[in-house]
């Protein structure tokens, strides 16, 4: 079970879209650094073909499914808290309790 948490506005090939954010709870995790734990959650985005306000409407709600890290080619990210840029070869996906039920994997493409 994830959560809608947020959206945001995005735009491709000059077409304006949105997509919804769902986190997936928390889940504590142990530094590679100092071998402390922490609490963190896994957080996703995926498109959709609803307006502004029907996304606003949808924060709160929760959807069947989970979030699972999947490889994918490398590229650069910018950590926004403290402006370092690192290289990731993982992202995270949300797959729909449909999907999980069908054993399909997802295709990723870049």
Do not use: W
């Not at 073909?49 to 979030?67: A, D, P, Q």
């Amino acid at each position: 079970m994830v959560k809608i948490i947020d959206y945001k506005k995005r735009i491709a090939k000059n077409e304006e879209f949105f997509v919804l954010e769902v986190s997936g709870g928390i889940e504590m995790v142990m530094s590679k650094t100092t071998g402390l734990y922490y609490a963190t959650s896994k957080k996703a985005s995926f498109p959709c073909t609803f307006s502004e306000e029907v996304c606003k409407s949808l924060i709160g709600s929760e959807l069947e499914g989970k979030i699972v890290k999947t490889i994918c080619e490398p590229y650069s990210f910018v950590i926004e808290q403290t402006g370092e840029q690192v290289t990731l070869n993982h992202r995270y996906l949300f797959i729909p309790e449909q999907v999980e039920a069908t054993k399909e994997e997802p295709v990723l493409s870049r």
